[in-house]
């Protein structure tokens, strides 16, 4: 069946610095150096890996973190600049297998509103994946307002990846291997979310169409409990939200399969969000496209719901 995947990694030379923070995660030095290798090719390992899973079209974003680890704004800026201007390079060299998502220097909201749109309208970027906190500062924040009016006023989805939180929580102390893929990443990534959500971005700005892989981050398996204790809640500022929050996530949220094949996380997230909120990816090269590719073809679902997950829910969102 076709395929379009939406959280591929790749790296652009001129972030090679930025890397670092991603490799340290894997110890091993050949490990380490293999994995940095696949995220800067774009050329044939990576095509044979979409190929060895019959996938049609990868939208290619920069790895985890990025610019947004870079503390002098305008380095970020001119070096988020350069890596879109590399990487719409390298998708002309391969037009009907990759897309792209931009990379941008979330330091300074205007400039990345900016950068987003020369993006979308000179490169045919389908949207931008920012990867986390910026510096601790994450996007409920109301100084990114500016850039939310640009994603919307440009019809383009924000993809919301996972990084390491500014101060690693204390009850992950002492235990490296909870922190980052393993357990950190999706839980600072799914509170990113709920930050927006509980901030009433999504009644300020209904429009607004956010992506989290990773099936989620656990948010479709809590949908119930999250309305419920939100509903008797006196903290904070209860009662300011239009709907329950789980209308939102049903309404603003779509969620990918990236690094997760798992048949009971995926009829979870059908369940929850329904058939048109369900997108696949593979993680590469993080995750093996093969696995991803195999694993959806014989997942449990209904060809039609499978067409969806597999590339009609993709084509709607990203427009193509």
Known sequence: MKKIALEEAFSAPVLAKYL???????????????????????????????????????????????????????TAVDLARQANDYLFAQIELQPSRYKGFAHLAMQDPAAAARELERCVRNY??????????????????????????KAIDLGVPVYIHPAD?????AVLDGYPEMQGAVWGWSTDNSS????????????????LTIVLGHMGETLPYFIWRIDSRYAVTTEGQQGKLKKKPSEYIRSNLFVTTTGVCQDSALLCALAELGDDRVLFSVDYPYEEAKTAADWIERAP???EQRAKICYRNAERVLKL
């Open 192 to 207: 990113h979310f709920l930050r927006l959500l509980f901030s009433g971005i999504f009644d300020r700005y209904p429009e």
């Open 165 to 169: 939180p500014a101060v690693q929580p």
């Open 20 to 74: 670092e923070y991603t490799c340290r995660l894997v110890t091993a030095p050949a490990p380490r150096a293999q994995l940095k290798a696949m995220l800067e090719d774009l050329s044939d390992r990576r095509l044979a890996a979409m190929d060895s899973g019959d996938i049609d079209l990868f939208v290619l974003s920069q790895t985890s973190p990025g610019v947004q680890a870079e503390k002098d704004t305008k």
């Open 301 to 303: 679902v209904t060809e």
């Open 124 to 149: 045919g970027f389908l949207g931008a994946l920012i990867n986390g906190n910026t510096n601790g500062a994450y996007l409920d924040d109301r100084r990114y307002d500016v850039f939310w009016e």
